[in-house]
C-alpha cells in the first residue's frame, strides 16, 4: 500500500502539466501512488502523462471518452485509489518537493481524518490585489483539532476553514466511503464545495497546520476563477453549481438531516447562486450579457434571479435593461391572444382611470376576456366596470421596495398561470416597478404593451432620472401605444413596435347638450396636482374678477391626502376670491358643469391627450390653455387660445377678451365642437387589433438614422446633468450636517430645491443669489 495516492484531473493543461507533473515524481517521499484522469482533453495533455508513465511506473493513467469534469475524475481517481491517505492536486497548479513528506508524518503524528496545511497564491493572470487578499483568508488553516460534527459545522455553519478541496490531505477510508454519495455526472463547478461537504460530513477529527511552511502552489489565474472578464461558456460552467446545490439538499435529506442543517444548505444555496450573477454583472461584456440573463434563468429559474436582482439593483434599472435586452427567457410564448390583462394603480378619479373605463368595455366587445390589476381595494369613488370583469388587488407599489419585491412577483406568476393570460397591457407608464413588473410579466412567456399617457418629454420637465431610463427600458417591451403622433415619432427610435391611437372617448359625448356659453364662468378639471397647476388657475381668476366680478370658476377634483387642499382654500381666501371660486370635488358626471360654463382652462405643464379638452369641445366650450403643440387635439388649432407656459397674465386677458366678445367665443365653441368629430368616430377596435396582432409578428431592428443618434446624444447628456446635479446635491448634503457648520433651515431647503431643479440661482427679498452666495450664507464657503 503507498502512503499517498495524489489525485489529479486533467484537461487542456498542456500549458502547465509538466509542471504540475515534476513536482509529483520528484517528492522526496517515494512511497506514493499518481493517478492521473484525463477528462477527454483536445490538447496534447493525455500524450503528455503518458510520456511520464512510460518512465515511472507509480503513474496510473485514466482516460475519457467525453468530457465528465473534475468531479468524476476524481471520484474515479478515488475508487481505483490504493494508498493510506489522498492528496487532491489540480493540473495548472503544483506543489512542493517535500510536500509528501511533511504531510505524512504531520498526519500520522496528530492522527486525523483530515489535515488542513498552507497554500501560497501566484498571481498568474493580473488579479486584482484584493482579490488575492479574499482568497487567501478563506484558505487559511483553522488552527486547532476538531472531533465529530464540529469538523462538518466549524466549516459550514461557523466558516472557520474553507472547503477547498486540494490544501488537505485525508484519509483513504474517509474519501471512498464519501465519493460514493457523489452522484455519477459532470459538475463542472463547485464540485470542491460538493466533495467536502460529504468528506466533512462524514469525518471524524480535522486538525489545521497553521505554522508549517505553505505546500501547495494555487495559480491563481490559469483556471476559469482568474479571468477577468468572462464569456457564456464559462458563466454556464458557474451556473452548473446549481446542480451542487440540489445535490447538497438531497444528500441531507438522505441522511435524515435536513431540517438539522437547512440554514447552511439555504447560505450554500445564495453562496453559489449569487456568484454566478455577479459574474454576470461585474465580469462578463455588454455583448454577451443578454445570453448570460438566459443562462442565469436556465440553471437558477427567472423568480430567484429577478427577485436577487431587485435587491442588489433596485435603482439600476436602465443599466439592466440594457444588459437583458434580446435575452431568449424574456420571449413572448404566447401564439394567440384570448384573455387581455390590464393594470394601472386604481380606476378611482382620474383621466387613466377614465380611460380604463372606457377601453375595458371596448376590449370585451371585440371577444377578449378581460382582468384588471390593481394596487388598490374597490371603492365607491371607481369608474364603474362591466359584469363579468375579474379584478385583482396586488401588492401596492406604495408598499413595494428591494426587500419584498419578490411577493408581488410571485403574485404576477400566480395569477397570470391561474387566469391564462395571453398579454398585458400596462398604464402606469411611469412607474418606478414598470421595469421590475415588466420582465417578471415577460419571463412568463406574456407579451408586455407600456400604454403611455403623456408627452414622452414629462419626466424631463420634473428632472427625474426616469427620463434617460425610459428608452432603454421602454426597448423591453413587445408594444407601445401612445397618444400623439409626436409621441409616437419619439419611441419609434427607440422600440419595435409602437403605435399611436388616441385615448378613447365615451360615446355619449356625441349626445350631450352644448353650452350656450352665455355665463362669466370657467371650468378647470383635474387633480390637484403641481403638474396641473390649479394655483395658476387662482391667480388668473384674481386678475379676471377685476373686470368680470361675476365671473365664477368651477374646480373639479381633488387630491391625496385630501387636507393637502387646505393651501388652495387659504389662498382662495387670501387672493378674496371665495365668492368666485367653487371646488367642486370628484365627480364622474360634470356635464352639467361643462353646460354652465363658458370657457375651459387648461394649464398643465404636459398632457398626453387630455380628456378635458375632448369633453370641453364636445360641449362647445372653447379652450384657454397653456401652449402644448405636441397634443393630438390642438393640432388644428379649432377652438383653442394658446398662451405660453406660465403666462398668467395673457391668460386672464385672453379670458377677458372672451367674455367681452360674444362673435369670437360663440365661433370658438362651434369649432370646438366640430373639431372633436373625428376622435369621436375614430375605430378604437381596429386600432387595438392590430396592436395585439402585431405582438404575433417577428420584431423589426430599429434603424440607426441622425434622428435616433441625435435622440440618444439629448439623453446622453441629460443623464450627465442628472448625475452631476445629483452628487452636488449630495455633497452640499455632507457639508450641511458638519457640526462645524452653522445651518439655516430655510436657505437650506431653498438651496436644495435650486439644485435639484437644475437652477443655480435663486431670488429673494428681490435679491438674487449666485449658488455661491447662498453656500457663503449657510457658513460653508467664505
Not at 454566478?276 to 434563468?297: P, Q, T
Amino acid at each position: 500500500m503507498p502512503k499517498i495516492s495524489i489525485i489529479i484531473p486533467v484537461h487542456n493543461a498542456e500549458k502547465f502539466l509538466k509542471q504540475c507533473l515534476d513536482s509529483v515524481v520528484n517528492q522526496t517521499l517515494t512511497d506514493i501512488e499518481i493517478i492521473c484522469v484525463d477528462d477527454c482533453s483536445t490538447d496534447n495533455s493525455l500524450e503528455i502523462i503518458q510520456k511520464y508513465a512510460s518512465v515511472d511506473s507509480r503513474i496510473k493513467t485514466v482516460s475519457y471518452d467525453t468530457n465528465k469534469s473534475a468531479s468524476q475524475a476524481r471520484k474515479d481517481g478515488v475508487s481505483i485509489s490504493s494508498g493510506e491517505y489522498i492528496l487532491f492536486l489540480d493540473a495548472d497548479d503544483y506543489i512542493e518537493p517535500d510536500t509528501c513528506d511533511i504531510l505524512y508524518s504531520e498526519i500520522k503524528r496528530v492522527n486525523v481524518d483530515i489535515l488542513h496545511f498552507n497554500t501560497t497564491i501566484e498571481n498568474c493572470g493580473g488579479i486584482p490585489e484584493n482579490r488575492i487578499k479574499s482568497l487567501e483568508k478563506l484558505l487559511l488553516p483553522y488552527p486547532t483539532k476538531l472531533q465529530g460534527k464540529d469538523v462538518f459545522e466549524y466549516c459550514f455553519l461557523y466558516e472557520k476553514y474553507g472547503f477547498t478541496l486540494w490544501n488537505k490531505i485525508y484519509s483513504a477510508s474517509l474519501c471512498k466511503k464519501a465519493f460514493q454519495y457523489i452522484p455519477e455526472g459532470k459538475y463542472p463547478k463547485a464540485q470542491d464545495l460538493y466533495a467536502f461537504f460529504i468528506i466533512s460530513f462524514f469525518a471524524n477529527s480535522y486538525y489545521g497546520l497553521s505554522r508549517q511552511k505553505a505546500l501547495y502552489h494555487y495559480c491563481f489565474g490559469r483556471g476559469i476563477t482568474g479571468h477577468e472578464w468572462i464569456d457564456s461558456n464559462i458563466l454556464e460552467r458557474y451556473c452548473t453549481q446549481s446542480y451542487v446545490a440540489k445535490g447538497i439538499k438531497l444528500f441531507l435529506e438522505g441522511q435524515g438531516c435536513f431540517a438539522e442543517y437547512e440554514k447552511i444548505c439555504q447560505k450554500y444555496d445564495e453562496k453559489l447562486f449569487d456568484e454566478c450573477l455577479s459574474n454576470w454583472l461585474l465580469r462578463m461584456k455588454k455583448g454577451e450579457s443578454s445570453k448570460g440573463f438566459d443562462i442565469l434563468v436556465k440553471y437558477w429559474g427567472s423568480k430567484k434571479v429577478i427577485a436577487a436582482l431587485a435587491k442588489k439593483r433596485w435603482y439600476d434599472r436602465d443599466i439592466l435593461a440594457d444588459r437583458i435586452n434580446g435575452a431568449l427567457t424574456l420571449t413572448p410564448k404566447r401564439n394567440h391572444i384570448k384573455t387581455i390583462a390590464t393594470y394601472y394603480h386604481h380606476i378611482e378619479n382620474g383621466g387613466v382611470q377614465r380611460v380604463l373605463s372606457i377601453l375595458i368595455p371596448i376590449w370585451i366587445r371585440m371577444g377578449y376576456k378581460v382582468i384588471l390589476f390593481t394596487d388598490t381595494e374597490p371603492s365607491n369613488n371607481d369608474y364603474q366596470l362591466p359584469e363579468g370583469v375579474q379584478r385583482i388587488v396586488l401588492q401596492s407599489f406604495l408598499k413595494t421596495d428591494r426587500n419584498n419585491f419578490e411577493i408581488r412577483m410571485n403574485q404576477w406568476h400566480e395569477f397570470i398561470n391561474e387566469y391564462q393570460i395571453d398579454a398585458l397591457v400596462y398604464h402606469a407608464w411611469m412607474s418606478p416597478l414598470l421595469f421590475w413588473d415588466m420582465i417578471t410579466i415577460k419571463s412568463c412567456g406574456v407579451p408586455f404593451i407600456i400604454n403611455t399617457h403623456s408627452i414622452f418629454s414629462a419626466t424631463m420637465i420634473t428632472f427625474q432620472n426616469s427620463f434617460y431610463q425610459m428608452p432603454i427600458i421602454y426597448s423591453l417591451s413587445d408594444a407601445i401605444v401612445s397618444l400623439s403622433s409626436v409621441d409616437y415619432t419619439y419611441w419609434s427610435y427607440f422600440a419595435n413596435n409602437v403605435h399611436f391611437i388616441p385615448n378613447p372617448l365615451d360615446g355619449t359625448l356625441n349626445d350631450v347638450p352644448i353650452s350656450d356659453l352665455k355665463s362669466h364662468n370657467l371650468i378647470w378639471i383635474g387633480r390637484f396636482a403641481n403638474e396641473k397647476q390649479p394655483m395658476d388657475a387662482l391667480r388668473i381668476m384674481e386678475i379676471v374678477v377685476k373686470s368680470y366680478p361675476d365671473a365664477k370658476l368651477y374646480m373639479v377634483g381633488t387630491t391625496h391626502p385630501p387636507e393637502t387642499m387646505d393651501k388652495y382654500y387659504k389662498e382662495c381666501e387670501r387672493l378674496k376670491l371665495s365668492n368666485n371660486i367653487e371646488f367642486c370635488g370628484f365627480r364622474h358626471d360634470v356635464s352639467q358643469l361643462y353646460q354652465a360654463s363658458s370657457i375651459h382652462l387648461l394649464l398643465s405643464l404636459y398632457e398626453g391627450f387630455s380628456m378635458t379638452l375632448a369633453e370641453s369641445k364636445a360641449h362647445g366650450l372653447p379652450t384657454v390653455m397653456y401652449e402644448m403643440p405636441y397634443l393630438e387635439l390642438t393640432k388644428d388649432n379649432k377652438g383653442i387660445i394658446s398662451v405660453k407656459p406660465g403666462d398668467i397674465k395673457g391668460a386672464a386677458e385672453q379670458i377677458i377678451r372672451l367674455f367681452s366678445n360674444d362673435e369670437l367665443r360663440l365661433e370658438l365653441g362651434r369649432e370646438a365642437k366640430e373639431s372633436i368629430k373625428k376622435y369621436l368616430g375614430f375605430d378604437y377596435g381596429t386600432a387595438w387589433k392590430n396592436v395585439f396582432d402585431s405582438l404575433l409578428l417577428p420584431k423589426k431592428e430599429i434603424e440607426v438614422t441622425d434622428n435616433k443618434i441625435l435622440l440618444e446624444t439629448i439623453i446622453a447628456h441629460y443623464k450627465i446633468c442628472w448625475k452631476r446635479v445629483q452628487n452636488e446635491k449630495n455633497e452640499l448634503k455632507k457639508q450641511i450636517s458638519s457640526p462645524n457648520v452653522t445651518r439655516t433651515r430655510n436657505l437650506f431647503i431653498e438651496c436644495i430645491k435650486m439644485i435639484h431643479k437644475g437652477i443655480y440661482s435663486l431670488r429673494k427679498n428681490g435679491l438674487k443669489y449666485t449658488y455661491n452666495k447662498v453656500l457663503e450664507k449657510l457658513g460653508i464657503i467664505k
